[in-house]
């Protein structure tokens, strides 16, 4: 049986599940290591500005391991925050047939990639694009530095469309690419009979929105790149012009918090709830009718909160700085998209939302993300790795 050394900082809800699914078929051996060795019960978030532990099991069901890490500011937050001496003789202690890094900007993963180029195929999975990108100088330089940093690597695992022209631009070749779509769990987020969605209900209810209520849900950080404020706006402008107001809510805290509520100060259509945790997501979709994620960037690389709530039956809204858009999103169909800048767009938008719409396009929203799944992801893995030839 082929093996696998995934390397990766830390637990994390998206991640977890097709390790674990990858372990179930038993078609390779994988073994995950973690750099971030202080993340093995909580990490700190420095956007929500907490310590957040996750109430899903995330160590379950695949083989794993936590490497020491000795930097003196340890996190993935900056480059000599992943700094783990033992990593490549534990690896080489496998003895895999591939070596799969999640990220190459922390010290330990670069020297990873660049240990074992050569030896055995290197890997490497990340989501960025070229959506942010600003024409000029620094730009050019880091196209320079990005493309020697991926002479590196074997094959990457794309996400997506967007990720794909990425890899592209950065003097990968097509056959380098493997297709390993990003995925959430759509089992837990769709559930079982209609329990989330009494839940919801009942929720909707303390929160003082009615059946008839068409809600408008934000739910993340609270942070500049996904310009929460734009939305307020933007529904507060809408609202002027509607025989019957958008509800908008709020899930989850961070750095605009106290700004938003400022804002919607004198504004009974707006309410907030604080962060949740995972179990309670799929329940937090289904306080809306319509998901909207309104991002500037720059790195909103996928955004895999769209996947979760379309799993969820909410259809949504994303901006063309959403990297997932020009893969899951179908416009007027699944969601709607417009431009991060446009102001009379976007209300314009939440100007004509009727209930009867939403509902038929979450329907529609259900069924297209199931082409996005864990299955296929490890799929393409499993195919890839048990056909991979040695370097």
């Given at each position: ?99 799969l890094v999640f990220g190459w900007n922390f010290k330990s993963h670069l020297q990873v990639m660049r240990y074992f180029k050569g030896r055995i195929p290197v890997w490497f999975r990340g989501d960025s694009t070229l959506l942010d990108e600003i024409p000029g100088f620094k730009t050019a330089l880091r196209r320079q530095v990005l493309k020697f940093v991926y002479r590196y690597i074997d094959r990457a695992l794309y996400v997506g469309n967007a990720n794909k022209a990425y890899f592209l631009k950065h003097g990968l070749k097509a056959h380098q690419l493997i ?213």
């Open positions: 049986m082929k093996k696998l050394a995934i390397v990766t900082t830390h637990p994390i809800q998206y991640n977890a599940p097709w390790f674990r699914l990858l372990t179930e078929r038993n078609k390779i051996h994988i073994k995950v290591f973690y750099t971030w060795s202080q993340s093995k019960t909580s990490v700190k978030d420095h956007n929500f500005g907490k310590e957040i532990t996750w109430d899903i099991p995330l160590l379950d069901g695949y083989e794993y391991e936590f490497v020491s890490n000795i930097s003196k500011k340890p996190g993935s937050h900056h480059f000599m925050g992943i700094n783990c001496p033992s990593l490549i003789p534990k690896i080489n202690d496998f003895k895999p047939d591939a070596v297709y390993v779509p990003h995925a959430i769990d759509n089992e837990r987020f769709m559930g079982e009979g209609n329990k989330f969605k009494e839940e919801a209900k009942n929720w909707r209810t303390q929160i003082g929105f009615s059946d008839t209520d068409l809600v408008m849900l934000f739910a993340g950080k609270l942070e500049p790149k996904k310009q929460p404020d734009f939305l307020l706006k933007a529904v507060q402008k809408a609202n002027e012009k509607r025989n019957t107001p958008i509800k908008l809510l709020f899930v989850g805290t961070g750095k605009l918090e106290t700004q938003l509520k400022e804002l919607a100060k004198d504004d009974e259509n707006i309410r907030f709830e604080t962060f949740q945790n995972q179990s309670k997501m799929p329940i937090v979709y289904r306080l809306g009718n319509i998901f909207c994620l309104p991002s500037k960037g720059p790195g909103e690389t996928w955004g895999l909160a769209i996947n979760e709530a379309m799993a969820s039956g909410i259809p949504v809204m994303a901006t063309d700085k959403v990297g997932c858009i020009y893969d899951i999103v179908k416009d007027k169909e699944t969601g709607y998209m417009f431009p991060n800048t446009d102001f009379d767009k976007i209300v314009s938008i939440i100007e004509h939302l009727k209930l009867e719409d939403l509902k038929r396009m979450g329907m529609l929203a259900t069924e297209n993300i199931q082409e996005w799944s864990f299955l296929k992801l490890v799929s393409n893995i499993e195919k890839s790795l048990i056909h991979e030839k040695q370097t």
